[in-house]
T-cell receptor, first 110, second 114 residues
Framework: DAKTTQPPSMDCAEGRAANLPCNHS???????VYWYRQIHSQGPQYIIH???NNETNEMASLIITEDRKSSTLILPHATLRDTAVYYCIADITSGSRLTFGEGTQLTVNP | DGGITQSPKYLFRKEGQNVTLSCEQNLNHDAMYWYRQDPGQGLRLIYY???????QKGDIAEGYSVSREKKESFPLTVTSAQKNPTAFYLCASSTGVSRNYGYTFGSGTRLTVV
C-alpha cells in the first residue's frame, strides 16, 4: 500500500465546506484511495473511495487529481458532528490489510 | 440490523492475566481484522483472517493470539506476554475481495491493566 501524507489538524466553520487534502505520490495504478473517519472513542466509519474518477455519495465528495498523486475529501456543509479524525488510505482492495496512519483531526467550530 | 458487535466495551485486567475480547459479525463477511489504537495514534494491525480456520500476523502480533473457528467470530486473546496491553481494541470485517464499502468496524473494547 502506498504511503499517504495528511496535515495533522484542520479547522472549519460550521456550514462551510471542509476540504481535507491527502498526498499519495507513490500510488500505483491499481490502488484505490479510501477515506474513513473516526469520531472520538468510536470505531472508524467508511466514507468514500475512488480509483481515477471523482466520486460523490451522501456523505462526501472525493476529488482525485489527474495524475492520482493527491486527492481531496470534501464535506460540503460541515456540521459539529463532522468533528473527527479523517484517514486517507491507498490500497488495492478493501479486502487487503489496510494501514491507517495518524490522519487529520478536523474540528468544526460553531 | 447487520453489524459487528464487540464485547465488553470496557475491560479491566490484572497484570499477568490473559483476557479474551469478543468480536461477532452478522454481515456474512469473509475477512476479519483486529487493530490496536493508543491515545493520539493511528490504528495498528494485530491479526487478520481472510477465511475460516486461517489467520495471519499483522504488524504487532507479539503477545496476542486469535482463532477463527466460525465465519462470524474472531476472538482476540491478550496474553500475559503482551508488555503494554492497555489500549483501545477495534475489530473490523470486510467482504474480502469486494472494493465496495470498505471495512465495517465495531465500537471497540477499551482494555485497562490495573
Amino acid at each position: 500500500d502506498a504511503k499517504t501524507t495528511q496535515p495533522p489538524s484542520m479547522d472549519c466553520a460550521e456550514g462551510r465546506a471542509a476540504n481535507l487534502p491527502c498526498n499519495h505520490s507513490t500510488i500505483s495504478g491499481n490502488e484505490y484511495v479510501y477515506w474513513y473517519r473516526q469520531i472520538h472513542s468510536q470505531g472508524p466509519q467508511y466514507i468514500i473511495h475512488g480509483l481515477k474518477n471523482n466520486e460523490t455519495n451522501e456523505m462526501a465528495s472525493l476529488i482525485i487529481t489527474e495524475d492520482r498523486k493527491s486527492s481531496t475529501l470534501i464535506l460540503p456543509h460541515a456540521t459539529l458532528r463532522d468533528t473527527a479524525v479523517y484517514y486517507c488510505i491507498a490500497d488495492i482492495t478493501s479486502g487487503s490489510r489496510l494501514t491507517f496512519g495518524e490522519g487529520t483531526q478536523l474540528t468544526v467550530n460553531p | 440490523d447487520g453489524g459487528i458487535t464487540q464485547s465488553p466495551k470496557y475491560l479491566f485486567r490484572k497484570e499477568g492475566q490473559n483476557v479474551t475480547l469478543s468480536c461477532e459479525q452478522n454481515l456474512n463477511h469473509d475477512a476479519m481484522y483486529w487493530y490496536r489504537q493508543d491515545p493520539g495514534q493511528g490504528l495498528r494491525l494485530i491479526y487478520y483472517s481472510q477465511i475460516v480456520n486461517d489467520f495471519q500476523k499483522g504488524d504487532i502480533a507479539e503477545g496476542y493470539s486469535v482463532s477463527r473457528e466460525k465465519k462470524e467470530s474472531f476472538p482476540l486473546t491478550v496474553t500475559s506476554a503482551q508488555k503494554n496491553p492497555t489500549a483501545f481494541y477495534l475489530c473490523a470485517s470486510s467482504t474480502g475481495v469486494s472494493r465496495n464499502y470498505g471495512y465495517t468496524f465495531g465500537s471497540g473494547t477499551r482494555l485497562t491493566v490495573v
